[in-house]
């Protein structure tokens, strides 16, 4: 017999099967961020590149509306963050979760990473160590090529 521990570690998500690209879109809160498109498309880019990382499939940027959002083969990574006042010298606090949809999977994965607080970075095209290191931990329990199984 085969423990629920071993099983959930060795079945795949099916929200991965057939897929030939993942597509990354974000969304950063509007109310509260300055430069919000340009920090927006900054973190994105960012996030686009630390997901390519050793990636078996082309990692892409999609805008909203592309159709490629609801294509068959493709499941896009969801980068969706909020900035929230800091206290201290950190300054503001980006608040981010990640998600994958897929259109045309069984909805298998309701949720994503657990969400993660880090400092905002510098300036928008400025992406500090650990923001990495946030996107970074969110990716290995969100990308089936990046999670590390239990020992």
Avoid: Y
């Avoid at 998500?13 to 597509?23: I, M, N, S, Y």
């Avoid at 990308?143 to 199984?149: D, F, G, K, M, T």
């Amino acid at each position: 017999m085969i423990n629920g521990d071993a099983a959930a570690a060795s079945t795949p998500v099916l929200a991965w099967d057939g897929a030939r690209r993942l597509g990354v879109q974000c969304l950063v809160d509007p109310d509260r961020a300055p430069d919000r498109r340009q920090l927006q498309a900054a973190l994105c880019e960012r996030v686009r590149a630390l997901a390519a990382d050793k990636a078996p499939i082309p990692v892409v940027l999609l805008a909203p509306g592309d159709p490629a959002l609801i294509a068959a083969d493709t499941a896009v990574l969801l980068f969706h963050a909020n900035l929230q006042p800091g206290e201290g010298r950190d300054g503001p606090l980006l608040v981010f979760s990640l998600r994958v949809f897929r259109a045309t999977a069984a909805p298998s994965e309701l949720f994503g990473a657990a969400p993660r607080a880090t400092a905002l970075p510098t300036g928008p095209a400025k992406p500090t160590p650990r923001f990495d290191a946030a996107v970074n931990a969110a990716l290995g329990e969100t990308l089936p090529w990046r999670s590390r199984p239990t020992p």
